[in-house]
T-cell receptor
Framework: DTAVSQTPKYLVTQMGNDKSIKCEQNLGHDTMYWYKQDSKKFLKIMFSYNNKELIINETVPNRFSPKSPDKAHLNLHINSLELGDSAVYFC?????????????FGAGSRLTVL | AQRVTQPEKLLSVFKGAPVELKCNYSYSGSPELFWYVQYSRQRLQLLLRHISRESIKGFTADLNKGETSFHLKKPFAQEEDSAMYYCALSPSGFSSNDYKLSFGAGTTVTVRA
């Protein structure tokens, strides 16, 4: 019954490879996000989609490409992986509640680039 | 631009002692403020939001617009409160930027027996 699920949970790969992380939410939310948590635990937004439409695209290398086939799914594809891409990537979804956005997070996908 | 500052990276308290996590923000409009918590090996989850004015797990937080602060407090810390705490800000309104929840750097709280 997981509300926001991400796969894989762990990913270890070599520099230069291409990898994808998938995210699905069953909450019926309209908006989904990708956040990156670095080694210092700093959490930063990368992308946001609202009803399959990109609405937030922070300063992220274009090696990162999000794709939202429908509003329940938001995948993250990363090309030519670099050492600095090692982090925990969190997917989240939200529905506007009153005047504010409340996020529900996935468990995270820990990416290690060797 | 919106910004959230948590000046303390680490906070260690004894069980039963009060704990206060500081959060300051900068935002030109009227923000919504939140505290999120990440327990060990668990996902990040909402702890409380300022508009609810509620106490969750003994924690409270008051929005002080004059000081642009949203400090999190608990009078008697418990060992199960050990976790990473993030203060977060969301603009209130109806533009695409309203979906941009910005987080502080986080504070790791350790409650010792």
């Amino acid at each position: 019954d997981t509300a926001v699920s991400q796969t894989p949970k762990y990913l270890v790969t070599q520099m230069g490879n291409d990898k994808s992380i998938k995210c699905e939410q069953n909450l019926g939310h309209d908006t989904m996000y990708w956040y990156k948590q670095d080694s210092k635990k700093f959490l930063k937004i990368m992308f946001s989609y609202n009803n399959k439409e990109l609405i937030i695209n922070e300063t992220v290398p274009n090696r990162f490409s999000p794709k939202s086939p429908d509003k329940a799914h938001l995948n993250l594809h990363i090309n030519s992986l670099e050492l600095g891409d090692s982090a925990v990537y969190f997917c989240a979804s939200s529905q506007v509640s009153g005047a504010a956005v409340v996020l529900t997070f996935g468990a995270g996908s820990r990416l290690t680039v060797l | 631009a919106q910004r959230v500052t948590q000046p303390e990276k680490l906070l260690s308290v004894f069980k039963g002692a009060p704990v206060e996590l500081k959060c300051n923000y900068s935002y030109s409009g009227s923000p919504e403020l939140f505290w999120y918590v990440q327990y060990s090996r668990q996902r990040l989850q909402l702890l409380l939001r300022h508009i609810s004015r509620e106490s969750i797990k003994g924690f409270t937080a008051d929005l002080n617009k004059g000081e642009t602060s949203f400090h999190l407090k608990k009078p008697f810390a418990q060992e199960e409160d050990s976790a990473m705490y993030y203060c977060a800000l969301s603009p209130s309104g109806f533009s695409s930027n309203d979906y941009k929840l910005s987080f502080g750097a986080g504070t790791t709280v350790t409650v010792r027996a």
